[in-house]
């Protein structure tokens, strides 16, 4: 798993290297991976390096130190370099004196629309960790002038550091280079800082656990059960499937078919969709009730099941089952208008909530705000369940305080019906026997990869998304 690390015990850490290691030694390193990665978008952007422009938009601080000293790199290797000083009596004196030596060119505000108009490659390193809130008037009157793309030193200025989020006036990376340690906004706010590249500069070993984490590939590959040579059916989890109305039976289809798909080894389904989902997936075993659904290692419930009085009826049953229970859709919002219906739970049963902005509001009383991370963790506490937190980023949080993310390749799955494939995968997974936190956050990875193969660059239906799991599947199985 990939740890990432809030700015304050960063900053802590660094001061711990900094102590140990040669004056401006861990400067040069990361100013030295700024300019290799300019270097790599030079050469993507216009096809060459040298005699190529770049422009340096420099603050007061270390991120503005990167930048210049960066700048006296790129000069090494015939870059025209301009630095933008926005405090100039504030600027990094060594790498201010660095680029000028190496004949870059330093220029004041008054200055700056020409030559950003004139650049091929825009390196941001007006702010550092340390600042909060918008750009300032004097740097926001430079985005109008940004067209070539730009390389952020650590953060795109303007976007909070450990939220991610943009009040006001931001600069939009192309992509970000991070020293010793992702943040998160590198995965709270993909949107801003583009394609995030981290350069080692020796700090994990002063950093202990993280406070978030996000799985790759590899892990998720290596959780996903696949059946052994003694396993049947029965070992590889049976998964339960409360799902549909007459009103929405799509629901059942979706949520049963992603199952079924996850290589569960067996699916009930129990409900009114019984005969569309016989139809659609001969594999379940469909029956009209819970009551009459069999022995199952996992439910999932909620997906159109209706906020009346029989999907109430539903969920307090299927609750009382003594096994893992995904919750999604209907089953949040007759949580929160009927929270007695959770004392049919038995104390510790696995229970994954998944719910959506609005979902969530209902659920808790409050919107997740500006800090998800600690509303998602807040939740999970208050539920003793975990909570994936759906959006852009996706964020998994258990009772004990751990926290997966998960960045979505895109905006593919803001469509009908995904959220119920999603249960599906999550509720295959429980049954399994896998950690529900583990298994929520796996199931994540694998919906939003499915969702990006389906799309293939243009919008894609649930349907689609959920045609393409065995692929997504496939891929992390070999990855790993």
């Given at each position: ?230 396993d049947n059916k029965y070992s590889q989890g049976v998964t339960g499937i409360a799902a549909g109305s007459a009103t929405y039976p799509g629901a059942a289809v979706l949520a049963t078919g992603s199952a079924v798909l996850a290589t569960s080894g067996m699916v009930r389904y129990a409900g009114p969709a019984a005969d569309l989902v016989r139809a659609r997936w001969p594999e379940a075993i469909a029956t009209g009730s ?72 209902r659920l808790t009383g409050t919107a997740p705000g500006a800090d998800r991370v600690a509303a998602v963790k807040a939740a999970a506490r208050k539920f003793d369940a975990v909570v994936l937190l759906k959006g852009n980023t996706t964020l998994v949080a258990a009772p004990d305080g751990r926290v997966l993310a998960n960045v979505a390749r895109g905006s593919w799955l803001a469509t009908a019906g995904s959220g119920d ?60």
């Amino acid at each position: 798993m990939r740890g990432i690390w809030t700015t304050d015990r960063i900053r802590k850490a660094e001061e711990r290297l900094l102590a140990a290691t040669p004056e401006g030694a861990l400067m040069q390193r990361a100013a030295f991976g700024v300019a290799v990665q300019a270097a790599e978008m030079l050469a993507a952007h216009t096809g060459r390096v040298a005699g190529s422009r770049v422009v340096l938009l420099v603050g007061a601080g270390n991120n503005g130190g990167d930048a210049l000293w960066a700048g006296q790199f790129l000069r090494k290797r015939g870059v025209a370099v301009t630095a933008v000083l926005l405090n100039p009596g504030k600027a990094h004196p060594e790498g201010l004196q660095a680029l000028r030596r190496a004949g870059g060119r330093t220029v004041g505000l008054e200055d700056a629309p020409g030559v950003l108009d004139a650049a091929d490659l825009v390196i941001d390193g007006i702010v550092g960790l340390s600042a909060r809130g918008p750009l300032r008037a004097d740097a926001a009157s430079l985005l109008d002038h940004l067209s070539a793309p730009v390389l952020a030193v650590d953060l795109p200025s303007g976007v909070d550091p450990d939220k991610g989020t943009v009040d006001g006036p931001a600069i939009t990376a192309a992509r970000t280079v991070t020293f010793g340690a992702r943040k998160p906004l590198h995965v709270l706010n993909p949107q801003h800082c583009g394609e995030v590249v981290l350069i080692d500069i020796g700090l994990l070993p002063e950093l202990s656990d993280p406070d978030l984490q996000q799985l790759n590939a590899v892990d998720v590959g290596l959780a996903w059960p696949v059946p052994g040579p003694a396993d049947n059916k029965y070992s590889q989890g049976v998964t339960g499937i409360a799902a549909g109305s007459a009103t929405y039976p799509g629901a059942a289809v979706l949520a049963t078919g992603s199952a079924v798909l996850a290589t569960s080894g067996m699916v009930r389904y129990a409900g009114p969709a019984a005969d569309l989902v016989r139809a659609r997936w001969p594999e379940a075993i469909a029956t009209g009730s819970v009551t009459d659904a069999g022995r199952v290692q996992a439910w999932v419930v909620g997906p159109g099941i209706g906020t009346g009085q029989e999907g109430r009826e539903v969920l307090r049953h299927v609750l009382s089952e003594g096994v893992p229970v995904c919750a999604d859709a209907d089953a949040t919002t007759l949580m929160a208008r009927y929270p007695d219906v959770l004392d049919a739970r038995d104390p510790g049963t696995p229970l994954v909530l998944t719910p959506h902005a609005g979902e969530f509001e209902r659920l808790t009383g409050t919107a997740p705000g500006a800090d998800r991370v600690a509303a998602v963790k807040a939740a999970a506490r208050k539920f003793d369940a975990v909570v994936l937190l759906k959006g852009n980023t996706t964020l998994v949080a258990a009772p004990d305080g751990r926290v997966l993310a998960n960045v979505a390749r895109g905006s593919w799955l803001a469509t009908a019906g995904s959220g119920d494939v999603l249960s599906g995968l999550v509720g295959a997974l429980l049954a399994s026997g896998l950690d529900p936190w583990l298994a929520a956050g796996a199931a994540a990875y694998v919906h939003s990869l499915a969702a990006d193969l389906a799309a293939r660059g243009v919008p894609v239906s649930a349907s689609g998304v959920e045609a393409a799991i065995p692929a997504a599947i496939r891929q992390v199985r070999r990855l790993s």
